[in-house]
């Protein structure tokens, strides 16, 4: 069953130096070998104390009750250079870790390719804090790299996609138009109405498509009359084109989202209803929206043949309805069960959408 479900300024006690990112070799968190930061901080602890030990077996210091006061500044001497002693062993064991959080507050992930080298804490838990950011830092760059990648295609997609319309549609439609009205110059006045009548007619159907275009590129529904009503146009729209039949299960009285949520749900249902029209052959198609007291969840589900086995993660369609999801902090899901049909899930938490 398919489912879809950094240069940085070097510092003084930490340089930060470049390596190339292995995009092909997943990370898994390694055993590294060395001693364990529990031995680091117990050695010297324990170092002081035996130091103490010591010293109060073999100085002849003798405590008397009721505590002299002599006695009791001398203790409190003690311990002061037993406490400045442990200070002193204790800032030479973490002093590395402090150097690699400032060298990992350091990294700037807008500039790319700088990694923690030459950082190496003494302690086995140092290293594989080193190790871990490194890598961390190498998925990061490779998700941006691919999810630049997907918006750009994503972008020049629908630039051509506009591009062909206008010429193909629109540019025809002109030309049309303006044959027809040199004919009705050139014609004889008697003829001349019936001639300016298709004239007429060929620019309201321009008119039409360039309004088909602009709702494409923007909803006006949206904007004018909400959500919810703009997912009924939507709904409408598609099932007056000859596809699947369109059923509705969209919950009224939702709770107040951002601009950029609405849209986001907008376009995931417009994808979900297109790719039901285009590539499933299914006969009938339902848009859900839902609201509880923590989530809005749309679900555009069909009846078609569903997705391939190997359906390609990165399409411009999957890849646009992920990134529009990561701008509102949503989750996106999609499946196709055994039986067929394809289902498209996007949950919005509330505090992400108010």
Same mark, same amino acid.
């Given at each position: 069953m398919p489912s879809i479900s950094a240069d940085a300024k070097p510092s003084d006690d930490a340089p930060v130096r470049?390596?190339?990112?292995?995009?092909?070799?997943?990370?898994?968190?390694?055993?590294?070998?060395? =001693?364990? /930061? &529990?031995?680091? !901080? $117990?050695?010297?602890?324990?170092?002081?104390?035996?130091v103490g030990f010591v010293?109060?077996?073999?100085?002849?210091?003798t405590i008397s009750a009721p505590i002299e006061a002599d006695q009791l500044a001398l203790l409190f001497a003690g311990l002061a250079v037993l406490v400045a002693?442990? =200070?002193? /062993? &204790?800032?030479? !064991? $973490?002093?590395p870790l402090?150097?690699?959080?400032?060298?990992?507050?350091?990294?700037?992930?807008?500039?790319?390719?700088?990694?923690?080298?030459?950082?190496?804490?003494?302690?086995?838990?140092g290293r594989a804090l080193a190790e871990s950011f490194n890598?961390?830092?190498?998925r990061l760059e490779r998700a941006r790299r691919e999810a630049a990648r997907a918006a750009l295609a994503a972008q020049e997609a629908e630039r051509v996609r506009v591009a062909?319309?206008?010429?193909?549609?629109?540019?025809?439609?002109?030309?049309?138009?303006?044959?027809?009205?040199?004919?009705?110059?050139?014609?004889?006045?008697?003829?001349?109405?019936?001639?300016?009548?298709q004239v007429a007619e060929a620019v309201h159907a321009s008119l039409d498509e360039l309004r088909r275009i602009a709702r494409e590129l923007r909803p006006e529904a949206l904007d004018d009359l909400g959500l919810v009503n703009a997912l009924i146009a939507l709904c409408s729209r598609v099932d007056a084109q000859g596809g699947p039949r369109v059923r509705r299960d969209l919950d009224s009285g939702l709770p107040p989202m951002t601009r950029e949520t609405e849209l986001v749900i907008y376009r995931v249902a417009q994808e979900g209803l297109t790719n039901a029209l285009r590539h499933s052959g299914a006969a009938t198609a339902t848009v859900s929206l839902k609201h509880d007291a923590r989530m809005i969840a749309l679900t555009v589900s069909d009846d078609g043949r569903g997705m391939p086995e190997l359906l390609p993660a990165a399409t411009a369609g999957i890849a646009g309805m992920r990134e529009r999801a990561l701008l509102v902090g949503a989750r996106l899901s999609i499946r196709s069960p055994p039986e067929g049909g394809t289902e498209i899930r996007l949950t919005v938490p509330l505090e992400e959408s108010s």
């Open positions: 470049p390596r190339r990112a292995d995009s092909r070799r997943p990370f898994t968190p390694s055993r590294t070998r060395g =001693v364990s /930061l &529990l031995w680091w !901080v $117990l050695l010297p602890n324990a170092g002081v104390l035996v010293l109060l077996a073999v100085t002849p210091i002693a442990n =200070v002193v /062993l &204790l800032r030479r !064991v $973490l002093g402090f150097a690699l959080a400032d060298t990992m507050s350091a990294v700037d992930p807008d500039r790319p390719g700088r990694r923690l080298v030459g950082v190496t804490p003494r302690s086995a838990e890598s961390m830092l190498d062909r319309e206008l010429h193909d549609e629109i540019g025809q439609t002109l030309t049309a138009v303006m044959l027809q009205a040199e004919r009705a110059a050139d014609e004889d006045p008697a003829r001349a109405a019936t001639a300016l009548g």
